[in-house]
């Protein structure tokens, strides 16, 4: 097996997947660019590959079981293990997202991509990982889904989503359980919240850029032996849960 470091990022054909996957490259890491969309996804390895980052394409739909089982063997074929995951992938949903008024339709649609997606993709992913010397999974939640901001008052969450917002209250509950059944293990497993950047996920509103909020995960993916686990950070430390 390679000794190069070898990452997965979902989602990473553009925004703050994209600056992800960059940021790890230029560490003269080997990534994979997880993706669903083929000509999206080729064109954002061929523009790594141009920063001379060595990345390759990984088809990628973290909600099809199909897939993720092929992207995992890809992986395998093509590295021989994963040291860093970073799951990025999310859907923000459709709209209305009032509580009374949320179609629980597109609540089970958000759910499966931004939860049960990241678990999909950990669990295929767990056996590359624990052949690694310093495994590390990074999940990239949201500050919104923080229950102490968004009931501290003063503190803007952004609008109410019933779908959306507790997605990642639930998402970063399950990196917590995950860290309590892996703490003896040597991985790594945290949640970060990227802050609010313009992407096409919030219409391009947000004041920070992709490449600001890709830099808590690729601290995250870097984190030294013996780093926290089960925490929730931003770039100003640790979020409240």
């Known amino acids: 097996m390679s000794e190069q470091t070898i990452a997965l990022v979902t989602g990473a054909n553009k925004g703050i997947g994209y600056e992800i996957a960059a940021g790890l490259g230029a560490l003269g890491w080997r990534v994979g660019v997880g993706a669903r969309h083929g000509e999206r996804r080729e064109s954002a390895v061929a523009k790594l590959r141009a920063a001379d980052a060595d990345a390759f394409g990984v088809p990628l739909d973290v909600t099809d079981d199909a897939s993720v089982a092929a992207a995992a063997a890809l ?86 989503a019933a779908a959306y917002t507790p997605s990642k209250t639930f998402l970063n509950a399950v990196t917590v359980q995950y860290a309590k059944e892996l703490r003896d293990t040597g991985i790594l497993i945290n949640a970060a919240c990227p802050g609010y950047c ?44």
């Open 75 to 160: 992986v395998e074929e093509s590295a021989g293990r994963l040291d860093v995951l970073v799951n990025n992938a999310g859907i923000t949903g459709s709209v209305p997202q009032m509580p009374t008024e949320v179609d629980p339709a597109t609540v089970r649609t958000v759910v499966e991509t931004n939860v049960i997606g990241v678990i999909r993709v950990t669990n295929a992913m767990l056996p590359l990982l624990r052949r690694s010397s310093s495994p590390r999974i990074v999940n990239m939640s949201s500050g919104v889904g923080s229950l102490t901001r968004q009931t501290t008052p003063g503190i803007d969450t952004g609008p109410i």
């Open 198 to 241: 313009a992407t096409d996920l919030n219409d391009f509103r947000g004041v920070r850029t992709p490449e600001q909020g890709a830099a808590v995960a690729i601290r995250l993916a870097t984190l030294p032996d013996g780093g926290p686990s089960g925490g929730f950070f931003d770039d100003g430390g640790e979020v409240p849960w």
